[in-house]
């Protein structure tokens, strides 16, 4: 898309990717609290795309769709981690979930299932994933600082941390971090792997994998929730 002289055309650019910002917008509004208004996340990610407009460059080979979804995706992560989105309240519950995880699997030597996480919380199974359902974005920065998602993409730690002069013992720890966070996904529960996969490998927002596993949005929501609080604890070294 140039003009009649040959520069790339960056406003018919910004119009064509607007609903690229709704997309991603919606997507990551569904692993937010309440409290998270889209169209803050629509404005928000309208200045990510006019950053990736402004910085890119046809000649790095890189496709413009997707060096704007990272620039869009990181400056609504930048705008989340600004802001204190998340009440303490649910900060505090993600934490005992977190903990009762922990004790749990040191005791079984296993993943534990809902059932024992909830009687460790004292909880009935019911409460537990009611819980389950309100500590969702305690997570979000977290998972999607570990990088990009298809090869060549580049990821959040990748624009805001490596560069030429960069420590090589930095990005060796960076590296071990990617490489145990593949190996503790592979160690989850096979639906709650399955989740994962579909949303964010596939792009697929809770309805369609509720649509695919035959359950409730509310029941991925959960299962999301729990996935990530197994992935916390078994990445708490890192």
Not at 102 to 120: C, N
Not at 132 to 161: C, I, N, P, S
Not at 174 to 202: C, F, N
Request: net charge negative; hydrophobic share 40%.
């Amino acid at each position: 898309m140039y003009t009649a002289k040959g520069q790339l055309d960056r406003d018919a650019l910004f119009h064509q990717h607007l609903p690229l910002v709704r997309r991603i917008a919606h997507h990551m509004i569904a692993k937010l609290p309440p409290n998270v208004e889209l169209d803050d996340l629509v404005q928000v990610g309208m200045i990510g795309l006019t950053d990736a407009l402004s910085r890119y460059e046809a000649a790095q080979g890189v496709q413009f769709e997707t060096f704007a979804s990272q620039r869009i995706r990181g400056a609504m992560l930048d705008e989340l981690r600004d802001g204190d989105w998340m009440s303490r309240g649910a900060r505090k519950s993600q934490k005992e979930i977190e903990q009762a995880l922990h004790r749990v699997e040191q005791r079984l030597g296993r993943s534990p299932m809902e059932s024992e996480i909830a009687a460790e919380l004292g909880m009935d199974l019911a409460d537990y994933q009611a819980l389950l359902g309100k500590v969702r974005g305690t997570q979000l920065v977290y998972l999607e600082d570990m990088g990009g998602g298809e090869e060549g993409e580049e990821g959040f730690l990748d624009r805001h941390v490596a560069d030429e002069g960069a420590d090589p013992m930095a990005v060796l720890r960076d590296q071990r971090l990617r490489t145990s966070l593949v190996a503790a996904i592979k160690q989850l529960p096979e639906r709650e792997q399955h989740i994962m996969g579909m949303y964010y490998e596939h792009d697929m927002n809770l309805k369609e994998i509720a649509a695919v596993l035959g359950v409730t949005e509310s029941r991925v929501c959960q299962l999301h929730s729990q996935a990530i609080a197994r992935l916390r604890t078994k990445m708490r070294g890192h």
